[in-house]
């Protein structure tokens, strides 16, 4: 397996700007996660699913940002209208549901977003 | 809530020496414990987790960290570090394992490595 994929590894936009960031977690995992990282507030978690529900959307900062997930292959976060205090690393992590020795996040290799 | 505390924001350690990284948890329950390390410009890689049994838990790239209920720690250690050591390096506490509902991670501990 390739790993969890995200695009674009790299984004820069303007203020106001809609952006949206995808991911593909690993082929099987039920989870997945949206974390952001800044050099301010470190990793935070966004949002997650499991089984493509959103079960906990509570890191989501704004109305600005939705995420969704129309499939067990793909999700997406969205940043609508974007601001320059939303320039962070965007990372995706995908994990099997469950308990036990095999449960652990994966990480993407994330999206470095930069509004100007 | 689970938290968890990095004390060290940076480490600088020289090449082939000893190295431990600090890393304090507050969680209710029986935590699972997890060490990431992230390289520059990519993401993260998981060293090593916790989640029963043996307190001492070996890793990769040689790693091992220590669970110590007592002291609510999980440092993570290495005997000789590499130049190739040098990352961020982050510790996090999840609920059932760290799948069903996400990590909280530390704030990262910088590690430089002195040749």
């Known amino acids: 397996d390739a790993g969890v994929i995200q695009s674009p590894r790299h984004e820069v936009t303007e203020m106001g700007q809609e952006v949206t960031l995808r991911c593909k977690p690993i082929?099987?995992?039920?989870?997945l996660f949206w974390y952001r990282q800044t050099m301010m507030r470190g990793l935070e978690l966004l949002i997650y699913?499991?089984?493509?529900?959103?079960?906990?959307d509570s890191g989501m900062p704004e109305d600005r940002f939705s995420a969704k997930m129309p499939n067990a292959s793909f999700s997406t976060l969205k940043i609508q209208p974007s601001e320059p205090r939303d320039s962070a690393v965007y990372f995706c992590?995908?994990?099997?549901?469950?308990?036990?020795?095999?449960?652990?996040?994966?990480f993407g290799q994330g999206t470095r977003l930069t509004v100007v | 809530a689970q938290s968890v505390t990095q004390p060290d924001i940076h480490i600088t350690v020289s090449e082939g020496a000893s190295l431990e990284l600090r890393c304090n948890y507050s969680?209710?329950?029986?935590?699972?414990l997890f060490w990431y390390v992230q390289s520059p410009g990519q993401g993260l890689q998981l060293l090593l987790k916790?989640?029963?049994?043996?307190?001492l838990v070996q890793g990769i790239k040689g790693f091992e960290a220590e669970f110590k209920r007592s002291q609510s720690s999980f440092n993570l250690r290495k005997p000789s570090v590499h130049w190739s050591d040098a990352a961020e390096y982050f510790c996090?506490?999840?609920?059932?394992?760290?799948?069903?509902?996400?990590?909280?991670f530390g704030k990262g501990t910088h590690l430089i490595i002195q040749p």
């Open positions: 992590a995908s994990s099997p549901i469950g308990g036990g020795w095999n449960t652990e996040a994966f």
């Open positions: 082929s099987g995992h039920n989870s």
């Open positions: 699913f499991n089984n493509n529900v959103p079960i906990d």
């Open positions: 969680y209710g329950a029986t935590p699972y």
């Open positions: 916790y989640f029963s049994g043996d307190t």
């Open positions: 996090a506490v999840g609920s059932s394992g760290g799948g069903a509902d996400g990590l909280t």
